[in-house]
């Protein structure tokens, strides 16, 4: 993932400013706006002013301070992902402190300077406060995410479960038999495809296979199965992997997800089956592929992905994801740099960052193809996550 990497010195050294934006996708997911680091870099220079007049203490603070710049450009340079980050984001407030106590001033107008540090740190994140963003359910009374297994589950065969939904609750995973092997289709990519088919086909060597998936209660039968238009959903998302559903589906129910609708106060908290999990029997079946249900990307459609892969391959790397028909377009995510491809039935190229308003057009597929169109790699999205526009 690169998306919290800087694409140029410059933007690597802004940093410890950028952190400072109430925005999402600065050094974490979340909008979690952090000015301690530049009150470091700011207080370090004014420290570097009065060197010969600090207070005692100064060999150590400064050692803490190297510390954290030299920490600070090994994770930028590898992931400038907060998360991992933690020792040092919790380090830097006393470092900061401790800055501010070496200054050559009186201790009131020191005391000053801390309280308005901790005081603008506390308005920015009452601004856009990070808590629950990510929070799903809260684990409250009982199993940390319930789900009710009947004997058809627990003393099933060995039995490998495929998940195919992104969020694939994994939670529910050891609370089945040990012996049950688990992989989730939705975030496989491209690149994987092969791993994915040998692991399916020992699997199906192996024993029985089920498709598990949230249930719908909308899309539900009386009994809480699913109804056969959604049995055809889940049946071609799993056509992508040569998997079919062979048998009755049957529901498992799940107060885990019965709490995340209340916690949503989703419409599917009140309905007549609560929200729960599918189990279908599925077979592995490989199929050639003209028989296949799912579109093939045009031959062109593949060659202007590729193309954009060798202007910026750092964003639009090879492989990354497998080909989305759209009505009017085929799409392709790349997660590691949150953007997205769209190759239209009008024979136009765009690509749109997760966070613009709207998309950028790079240019016609012939023009791509023909080596008219260059691609301005360093300026397609900025460090702090700003979008640029790159086409030129």
Same mark, same amino acid.
């Given at each position: ?8 010195v ?14 999402a ?14 009150a470091?870099?700011?207080?370090? #220079? @004014?420290? =570097? ?10 060999? %150590?603070?400064? /050692?803490? $301070? +190297? &510390? ?14 907060g998360?991992?980050f ?9 470092? #900061? @402190?401790? =800055?501010?106590c ?8 020191? %005391?000053t300077l /801390?309280? $308005? +540090? &901790? ?9 856009y ?24 589950e ?19 995973a ?12 939705a975030?496989?990519n ?8 040998a ?57 885990g997800?019965?709490q ?10 009140d ?16 199929r ?27 964003f639009?790397?090879p ?8 009505p009017?377009?085929?799409?392709r ?5 949150e ?10 190229v ?11 057009l790079?240019g ?29």
């Amino acid at each position: 993932m690169i998306r919290f990497q800087p694409d140029t010195v410059p933007q690597a050294l802004m940093r410890f400013f950028n952190m400072a934006a109430p925005d999402a996708n600065v050094y974490i997911e979340i909008a979690a706006p952090d000015i301690r680091f530049a009150a470091v870099l700011l207080l370090a #220079a @004014v420290a =570097l002013l009065f060197w010969r007049r600090l207070g005692s203490g100064r060999q %150590a603070t400064m /050692a803490m $301070l +190297l &510390l954290l710049l030299a920490s600070s450009a090994i994770w930028v340079r590898t992931t400038g992902n907060g998360r991992y980050f933690m020792a040092l984001l919790v380090a830097v407030g006393p470092v #900061a @402190v401790g =800055l501010i106590c070496l200054l050559p001033v009186t201790r009131v107008f020191k %005391a000053t300077l /801390a309280l $308005l +540090l &901790l005081g603008g740190q506390v308005f920015v994140i009452s601004q856009y406060p990070p808590w629950n963003s990510w929070t799903y359910l809260h684990w409250k009374d009982g199993s940390y995410f319930q789900v009710s297994l009947g004997p058809e589950e627990t003393r099933a065969p060995p039995t490998t479960y495929v998940s195919l939904s992104t969020i694939s609750y994994s939670l529910i995973a050891p609370q089945f038999p040990p012996e049950s092997r688990w992989i989730n289709l939705a975030t496989g990519n491209a690149r994987d495809v092969e791993w994915i088919d040998a692991f399916l086909r020992d699997a199906a060597a192996r024993g029985p296979m089920r498709a598990i998936a949230p249930s719908l209660p909308w899309a539900s039968l009386p009994d809480a199965r699913p109804a056969p238009r959604a049995v055809v959903a889940i049946d071609e998302l799993l056509m992508r992997r040569n998997l079919r559903i062979s048998g009755e589906c049957r529901y498992i129910p799940s107060g885990g997800l019965r709490q995340m609708a209340e916690r949503e106060n989703s419409a599917n908290a009140d309905a007549p089956h609560a929200p729960g999990f599918w189990s279908c029997p599925i077979v592995y079946e490989p199929r050639p592929r003209e028989r296949q249900r799912l579109e093939q990307a045009p031959e062109e459609v593949q060659r202007s992905l590729v193309r954009l892969g060798e202007l910026c391959p750092r964003f639009f790397t090879p492989g990354e994801s497998n080909l989305v028909r759209l009505p009017d377009a085929w799409s392709r995510h790349y997660a590691a740099s949150e953007t997205r491809v769209y190759v239209t039935d009008s024979r136009e190229v765009w690509y749109k960052f997760w966070r613009s308003l709207n998309p950028v057009l790079v240019g016609g597929i012939d023009d791509l193809l023909a080596g008219k169109v260059q691609l301005d790699c360093a300026g397609i999205r900025g460090s702090d996550g700003a979008w640029k526009s790159g086409a030129q």
